[in-house]
């Protein structure tokens, strides 16, 4: 007499067989995520690092980010997430950082599961509106002149200065220069940049743009432009 095992008692004893990654065991996996807030109202790149509450946290069964997702959960007040009821084997842990322009990205790490309680190092993830941003710096300084006659010179307190992607003819921001006669463009993703002031002919009154080019290649750093020098019909 022939003896045979049914399909699906062979894929049951094949599972069975073949544990790996995944729920079903008996061993857990904690850590901590922290946040680090990029913000846009200071002029120095300084950071805050705190505990990321409620930031979700993601688990991948297997050490290849192709593998299945297995498992998310939310972070508590004091950052501290943790996954349970886990078999031994390699997982990847992750979250996502975000960009100032609205790009995520994963911050992740491979960890190893061993029996009972274990721990993965802590996942900082940066945010904030300054966040893969760089800066812009400049000065503008002014001859001021009563028609033909120069009176003044300094600053040029109030100033419009404008910014535009190279090889565009539009503005996309335009600030005004301080009292110090400096002017700084904040949130500038990387890339290549006109920044232009215009110059006014004493007796004519003709505008005429004076344009810097810039490239901003490295965020989280000052960028500073050689003066611009103008002339102004007080």
Known sequence: ????????????????????????????LEGYVYQVEHSDDNFSFKTDT?????????????????????????ADRYGLYRFDYLRKGSYIVYSYAEYADGRKEAIS??????????????IFVHTGKAH???????????????KKEKVDEGPAIDAD??????????FFDRIRVGDQGVFIFQKILPGKYEIWVTSEDPETRKLTPVKKT???????????????TVTVRA
């Open 1 to 28: 007499m022939r003896h045979f095992i049914p399909l699906f008692l062979s894929l049951i004893l094949l599972v069975a067989c073949n544990k790996s990654e995944g729920l079903g065991g008996s061993s857990s």
């Open 214 to 228: 810039i490239e901003v290649v490295e965020t989280g750093k000052v960028y500073e432009l050689p003066k611009f």
């Open 132 to 146: 893969g941003t760089a800066m812009i710096k400049g000065s503008v300084y002014a001859s001021f002149y009563d």
């Open 161 to 170: 200065v404008y910014i535009n992607r190279a090889g565009e003819e539009m």
């Open 50 to 74: 705190f505990p990321a509450a409620k930031k979700d946290v993601y688990l991948i069964f297997g050490d290849s980010e192709t593998d299945y997702f297995g498992d998310d959960v939310e």
């Open 109 to 122: 790490q491979k960890v190893k599961v061993g029996s009972g309680s274990n721990k993965a190092d802590t």
